[in-house]
Structures are given as C-alpha cells and as structure tokens.
C-alpha cells in the first residue's frame, strides 16, 4: 500500500512570493492534516481537512491556507511568503477517526530567499 | 492544549531494552497518547498509541499510568536502526500537540 506522497521535496522561493504544496493521502483516508517542523518551534500543527472541509486549525496567520479535493488529495498554500516560513511542510493522512493513527509523508523542504 | 515533556537524550546498548519516559499531566480524559519517531529528513513514523489501557504492538509496549499523567514507551530489544528522536504527542481532537522529542542514541 503505497504511503503518503508530497511533491514537490525541495523548493526554493524569494521573500514575497507565494508557494503551493501537494499531498497524496493513503488510498482510503479522508483525513490530511498539514504541519510545519523548524529547529526553533519543532512540529506545530497548522490545519487538518476531512470530507473537503477543513476541520480543525492551528495557530497560523490567514497566509496559510489549503483545500481538499473530491478524491482526499490536498494542497497547502503560503502566500507573501517570508524568511521564518523556512520550513519542513510535513503532511499527515488518516481515516479520520480519532483513534486511528495520522501516517506521515517526508515533507517538502521549503527554503526562502 | 497538552503539553508533553521528555528528556532531551538518552543512549541505549543494542540488544537492550530502551524505557522512553514522557509526562503528559495537562492532558483531558478523551485525549489519546501517541508515540512516533522521526529518522533525519524523513517524515515522523507512527509507533503506537493508547487511551487508558497499556498496549503492545509489533514495534514497541505503551504504558500509560493509572492517572494518565505520565506514560513510558518501551522499545524491547533495541537496533542501531531504532536510533532517531522520539515524540511523544497528545492527539487534541485530530490536531497532534507535539513535544521536542527525546534523541535516542543505539549504540553497538
């Protein structure tokens, strides 16, 4: 069973620009959560999407944003991005039931500028 | 929200078993703990994860205290391939509270 797949891995942009992120849930899992990882704050939650409709969010300015396709698939967008969102965007598929487990892809490593 | 703490480090001999701590005293009655590790430059890995009752899976133990404040990952016969940092991390409604994580060093 294939496991959860982020595109692009690397990406370098400039202050200013914005950027769009990819994940491919497991096959069967309605739920994709998107989290950010930096050596000064570790892992931090961002938002989680479930049926198309976002579910749960973190505490992120509204320059974080992201959607869910019909088919699970989901993007992540950072607009006027800025040096501190140098980041690993790590994105996490489950069924969406509390007591199942979120699976991990191995990010997009995002570098500004 | 949760918070959990662990130690920063701690190494282990292979072959032996490896008792990872975190306390979690801030967590809610319906707050699932769980346990992932992350090897560098990939994802974190689900280990386990449990409610109220200790678990055991194919990977590793999960003790949870009766008070649910505190739990210990035990990993029972370590690798050089389980060295990596170790989380352990409070489900808070589908959003998982992470913590810094313990570095695990496995040495031969």
């Known amino acids: 069973k294939a496991g959860v797949t982020q595109t692009p891995r690397y990406l370098i942009k400039t202050r200013g620009q914005q950027v769009t992120l990819s994940c491919s849930p497991i096959s069967g899992h309605r739920s994709v959560s998107w989290y950010q990882q930096t050596p000064g704050q570790g892992l931090q939650f961002l938002f989680e999407y479930f049926s198309e409709t976002q579910r749960n969010k973190g505490n992120f300015p509204g320059r974080f944003s992201g959607r869910q396709f019909s088919n699970s698939r989901s993007e992540m967008n950072v607009s006027t991005l800025e040096l501190g969102d140098s980041a690993l965007y790590l994105c996490?598929?489950?069924?969406?039931?509390?007591?199942?487990?979120?699976?991990f892809g191995d990010g997009t490593r995002l570098s500004i500028l | 929200d949760a918070k959990t703490t662990q130690p920063t480090s701690m190494d282990c001999a292979e072959g032996r078993a490896a008792n990872l701590p975190c306390n979690h005293s801030?967590?809610?009655?319906?707050?699932?703990v769980y346990w992932y590790r992350q090897i560098h430059s990939q994802g974190p890995q689900y280990i386990i994860h449990g409610l109220k009752n200790n678990e055991t899976n194919e990977m590793a133990s999960l003790i949870i205290t009766e008070d649910r404040k505190s739990s210990t990952l035990i990993l029972p016969h370590a690798t050089l391939r389980d060295t990596a940092v170790y989380y352990c991390?409070?489900?808070?409604?589908?959003?998982?509270?992470f913590g810094a994580g313990t570095q695990v060093v496995v040495t031969p």
């Open positions: 801030t967590i809610s009655g319906n707050e699932y």
């Open positions: 996490a598929s489950s069924l969406g039931d509390r007591a199942q487990p979120q699976h």
């Open positions: 991390v409070v489900d808070s409604w589908g959003k998982l509270q």
